[in-house]
Nanobody, 128 residues
Framework: QVQLVESGGGLVQPGGSLRLSCAAS????????IGWFRQAPGKEREGVIC????????YYVESVKGRFTISRDNAKNTVYLQMNSLKPDDTAVYSC?????????????????????WGQGTQVTVSS
């Protein structure tokens, strides 16, 4: 049974940091690309960052470059999203998702339809 479980969200002051975790079960992370998405109130879900099967990172939101980093621990079957220098605009529900199979090792996507399993999401609130 495929499952993705996010954790690590919470309330943080502007300029603070959080590390989100996406624990996967039922499949091996290094066989799929994994994306982090976020959805702010009243806005559409957007792809933030993705990690390929070969563990390369791809950013989709210009504003997070230099602040967010994606990584993967194959032994723990977990993907991490390290978020530094957080801003109020980063407030959203963050979700991880598994990419569809059969893609090249360096493939990633920012589009929701290219993902087949989703976690339940974790709330990140950046506020003073």
């Amino acid at each position: 049974q495929v499952q993705l479980v996010e954790s690590g969200g919470g309330l943080v002051q502007p300029g603070g940091s959080l590390r989100l975790s996406c624990a996967a079960s039922g499949f091996s992370l290094d066989d799929y690309y994994i994306g982090w998405f976020r959805q702010a109130p009243g806005k559409e879900r957007e792809g933030v960052i993705c990690i390929t099967k070969s563990a390369g990172g791809t950013y989709y939101v210009e504003s997070v470059k230099g602040r967010f980093t994606i990584s993967r621990d194959n032994a723990k079957n977990t993907v991490y999203l390290q978020m530094n220098s957080l801003k109020p605009d980063d407030t959203a529900v963050y979700s991880c998702a598994r990419g569809r199979g059969g893609k090249p090792y360096n493939y990633c996507s920012r589009f929701v339809f290219n993902y087949d399993y989703w976690g339940q999401g974790t709330q990140v609130t950046v506020s003073s």
